[in-house]
T-cell receptor, first 111, second 115 residues
Framework: GQQVMQIPQYQHVQEGEDFTTYCNSSTTLSNIQWYKQRPGGHPVFLIQLVKSGEVKKQKRLTFQFGEAKKNSSLHITATRTTDVGTYFCAGRETSGSRLTFGEGTQLTVNP | KAGVTQTPRYLIKTRGQQVTLSCSPISGHRSVSWYQQTPGQGLQFLFE???????NKGNFPGRFSGRQFSNSRSEMNVSTLELGDSALYLC???FGPGTGDSPLHFGNGTRLTVT
């Protein structure tokens, strides 16, 4: 079955440093979504990417969808303590199929 | 607009018992998905319901079951509880199929502890 892998599992950074998490699928994806889960909270939707090679920005966050639609990345510029949490990618093989989540990257930001 | 509501928030059960968890989706959302979250295992997909029909099912034993009612509310049931069932169970709602794969809106979850 479809597998979605995320690296790294953990990332510790100093406030102000950049952060990147990578997501790789064993199969071609129809679309990919990104979620953020704060400690003790629930996952919150950040963004969805649909097109091959798509790049979207949300302030300090940049999301990319690979040309082959099998990988994606989330890059945070100049991290802040408010960025702390676990970032999950989630992909669908086809539109309407189940959403498969990666294992997540837990980000810690030291002030 | 009220968010996704899950009840109860916390539950403690003993091995062999059964449990029912409830989820009320956002008004207008017809799709409900259930996920199990454990440390180091991420979010494991249990099942997805749309218009009272199970659309997708994850790789969990038959002890895990669910259903959806005509008002889109959903319940999941776990029978013959095992220690390994201890986890955070998250429910998520979305508009559903045919809506461009709309994002999931998660509830706060039910923390189940099996002793």
């Amino acid at each position: 079955g479809q597998q979605v892998m995320q690296i790294p599992q953990y990332q510790h950074v100093q406030e102000g440093e950049d952060f990147t998490t990578y997501c790789n699928s064993s199969t071609t994806l129809s679309n990919i979504q990104w979620y953020k889960q704060r400690p003790g909270g629930h996952p919150v939707f950040l963004i969805q990417l649909v097109k091959s090679g798509e790049v979207k920005k949300q302030k300090r966050l940049t999301f990319q969808f690979g040309e082959a639609k099998k990988n994606s990345s989330l890059h945070i510029t100049a991290t802040r303590t408010t960025d702390v949490g676990t970032y999950f990618c989630a992909g669908r093989e086809t539109s309407g199929s189940r959403l498969t989540f990666g294992e997540g990257t837990q980000l810690t930001v030291n002030p | 607009k009220a968010g996704v509501t899950q009840t109860p928030r916390y539950l403690i059960k003993t091995r062999g018992q059964q449990v029912t968890l409830s989820c009320s989706p956002i008004s207008g959302h017809r799709s409900v998905s259930w996920y199990q979250q454990t440390p180091g295992q991420g979010l494991q997909f249990l099942f997805e319901y749309f218009s009272e029909t199970q659309r997708n099912k994850g790789n969990f034993p038959g002890r895990f079951s669910g259903r959806q009612f005509s008002n889109s509310r959903s319940e999941m049931n776990v029978s013959t509880l095992e220690l390994g069932d201890s986890a955070l169970y998250l429910c998520a709602s979305s508009f559903g199929p045919g809506t461009g794969d709309s994002p999931l809106h998660f509830g706060n979850g039910t923390r189940l502890t099996v002793t």
